[in-house]
């Protein structure tokens, strides 16, 4: 996969040099390059923003730096995604099918948001997301890029040491993960559960199972009647 993220604070975008894409990167599974957008600003105070037609508060990011920036990466036949709060919501299934692509270009907003007609010409090159990371307002798009490619790139095929791991996590069954344990089996007079020290392969699943079950009902009772491992036991047994 190639990633190319376009931001007038790349040095937001630094954590991409360490940690899991930095891991991705030396496995070769990933290329990364992070653009400052003021590169294809033309006037000598790099203007990238400007008053919104229509008047109201704050500045809207103009067209041209990024029509440019699109053009000199060729972002034709790329999925171009935009981070902004009017976005649709990100989730682990958008991150599962967004791995399966081969180039990434992220627009990262600040300010009011980017002129609309930004959107509007990607769109016209390329396929066009608009995502959000959250019900939340941030101060630009950088912190949602930073987390959206953290979830893509784990997912790339090759990534996980043991992909495992990935098939028991969080929503990944569209449930929250159960809680976990490791050693010693007494903490500060708190037990491990003795289930888990039982050595009943049958008999933890069914209590991991129950304990995600009863966590998603909690936490996130949203998620679980879209969830395809919850049966009607499952709930009722929660009364
Ligand atoms: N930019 C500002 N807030 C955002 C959010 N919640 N998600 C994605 N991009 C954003």
């Known amino acids: 996969m190639r990633i190319d993220v376009l931001s007038i604070f790349p040095d937001y975008l630094a954590p991409l040099e360490l940690s899991l894409p930095g891991k991705a990167r030396a496995k070769g599974l990933l290329e990364l390059a992070v653009h400052d957008l003021r590169q294809w600003t033309t006037d000598k105070h790099h203007t990238t923003d400007d008053t919104p037609y229509g008047g109201g508060a704050g500045m809207v990011m103009k067209p041209e730096p990024f029509g440019a920036a699109f053009d000199d990466l060729g972002i034709d036949g790329a999925t171009v995604i935009f981070t902004t709060p009017s976005g649709a919501p990100f989730n682990q299934e958008m991150a599962r099918e967004l791995a399966t692509h081969d180039r990434l270009v992220f627009a990262c907003g600040r300010y009011e948001g ?6 509007d010409h990607a769109a016209s090159r390329a396929d066009v997301r608009e995502i959000s990371i959250g019900d939340y307002v941030l101060n630009g798009g950088e912190v949602a890029a930073l987390a959206i490619t953290e979830a893509v790139v784990r997912l790339l095929p090759g990534f996980m040491g043991n992909p495992d791991s990935l098939v028991e996590e969080s929503h990944e069954d569209g449930l929250l993960e159960y809680p976990v344990f490791t050693k010693p089996a007494e903490w500060r007079g708190l037990d491990v559960p003795p289930v888990l020290l039982s050595g009943n392969h049958k008999a933890i699943a069914q209590w991991r199972h129950d304990q995600a079950v009863r966590r998603t009902a909690d ?14 036991g499952d709930l009722s047994d929660l009364e």
């Open 219 to 232: 936490r996130r009772p949203d998620l679980l009647h879209g969830s395809a491992v919850v049966g009607i």
């Open 114 to 119: 980017i002129d609309q007609r930004v959107i």
